[in-house]
């Protein structure tokens, strides 16, 4: 039996876990490095925040790792080249939520040459502003989803005393397992990146977090954590436990202050994914053009776990995997529970991207709701505690007063609700609509 069978295990209150998690198709598979292809599509902004700027222009020359888009302000993020080649052209395509983004058309060269980039630095003796600003100039964001650039993260407000920095592999998400085999195959590329966010912290305590259905990349990162200063800790598998304050209050037993954010409890959280790329940025000068991402799901021939550049059109990396085994029901940008559904293939990968999730017509029944039965159910896995029938029914109703009142700001929109209502009413939409209309009643 390995130690981590021995580890007490942690978790939250309330949340959910799915009677088929799906990871199963793709947890025991190797990642792939995904040959070169034609023609990349990298999209803007690929970040919170202010969006960046296009510095090239149609017909320019452009090497590997070439920046591509400047970042627009203090919270916004630098674009990089995934390959060598010519920019085409540029276009308007839908983002993963529908809504148009400007893209470029980059044309590869079959070279694949990289551009010069900055020398590696030693971390242990780099100061916290050159760390900072070279995670900045390649481009690092939270790659869990939030897509935050990184700098400004672990750049807390001076009036915040950070304690814990938490390392988030917890990738709850039903079918992802590209974090699981990132931890696996890369723990101290994982490991490296956490030290050196400890570093321009202040050295705070470091912990990591990974579910229980992870036992073999919990004992691969507990071979190497110590030497790295970090501690590994076990999460119940549970929904939506990757969550930032479910995790906090999980590792920490801290609870992050209503409407604040994490670093109020003295604590930053950041994906493992994103401690990888910090890793790359800092010890080889590598901006983030490639990640790791699970292409997955019953309708696919051939789940795999696959390091797509950004910008690899969704229907090549589809192909990649066989192609489909019967018209998907519905195709996902990341997980089912938080992800986006996509029209057509149209798509591409993004920095954020975790996961393009085929699901068959027989998983994606298309219920029809019925009215709020006051079961309660949606309560009882609310992981914010709040009364989701409720906000749901305020928005429907039109009352945002009334939903803001209920701190429906505060919901994550994990999905939990709808999972558990009997009713199948789309409970996260409705709540997704109050919070769009709260919050552009705030900008006026």
């Not at 200063?229 to 209050?249: D, N, T």
Request: charge should be positive.
């Amino acid at each position: 039996m390995s130690d981590s069978y021995k580890c007490p295990v942690r978790t939250f209150g309330r949340g959910i876990h799915p009677a088929n998690d799906g990871k199963s198709l793709s947890r025991e598979l190797p990642v792939r490095r995904a040959p070169l292809l034609e023609n990349y599509f990298v999209a803007l902004p690929q970040n919170i925040g202010a969006p960046p700027s296009w510095v090239v222009k149609v017909g320019d020359e452009v090497k590997k790792g070439q920046l591509l888009a400047t970042p627009g302000g203090k919270v916004s993020s630098a674009i990089h080249a995934p390959t060598s080649g010519k920019v085409a052209e540029f276009l308007e395509t839908p983002g993963p939520t529908g809504a148009m983004v400007s893209t470029l058309k980059l044309t590869a060269d079959g070279k694949d040459e990289w551009t010069e980039l900055p020398p590696p630095l030693d971390w242990k003796t780099a100061s916290r502003e050159e760390l900072l600003q070279r995670i900045a100039d390649c481009g690092v964001i939270g790659m869990g989803g939030a897509a935050f650039p990184t700098q400004i993260k672990l750049a807390p407000p001076p009036n915040c005393k950070i304690d814990f920095l938490v390392l988030n592999g917890a990738e709850c998400e039903p079918y992802l397992t590209a974090d699981h085999r990132l931890m696996l195959e890369q723990p101290e590329r994982v490991l490296t990146g956490a030290a050196i966010a400890s570093k321009i912290l202040g050295n705070p305590r470091t912990l990591i977090g990974v579910e229980d259905n992870k036992r073999d990349a919990i004992d691969r990162l507990n071979r190497f954590a110590g030497e790295y200063g970090v501690e590994v800790l076990v999460l119940e598998a549970r929904y939506p436990q990757g969550s930032e304050k479910q995790l906090i209050y999980a590792l920490t037993g801290r609870r992050v202050p209503e409407g604040a954010l994490p670093a109020a409890a003295g604590c930053v959280v950041q994906n493992v994914a994103t401690a990888a790329a910090i890793a790359d940025a800092v010890c080889e000068g590598k901006p983030l053009i490639e990640r790791i991402v699970t292409v997955s799901g019953e309708a696919l021939m051939h789940p795999e776990n696959l390091l797509l550049r950004i910008g690899t059109p969704v229907l090549e990396a589809v192909r990649l995997c066989g192609g489909i085994r019967e018209e998907p029901g519905k195709l996902l940008l990341g997980g089912p529970m938080m992800g986006f559904a996509q029209k057509n293939f149209d798509g591409m990968v993004w920095k954020n991207t975790s996961g393009i999730l085929l699901l068959p017509p027989r998983l994606c029944v298309q219920y029809e709701s019925t009215g709020c039965l006051r079961c309660g159910r949606c309560m009882e896995v609310c992981p914010m505690n709040l009364v989701p029938c409720s906000l749901a029914s305020a928005a429907e109703s039109g009352k945002m007063d009334l939903a803001l009142q209920n701190n429906v700001l505060d919901c994550l929109e994990c999905g939990a609700c709808a999972y558990a209502c009997p009713a199948h009413r789309p409970l996260v939409q409705h709540i997704r609509r109050a919070k769009a209309e709260i919050r552009k009643m705030k900008k006026k």
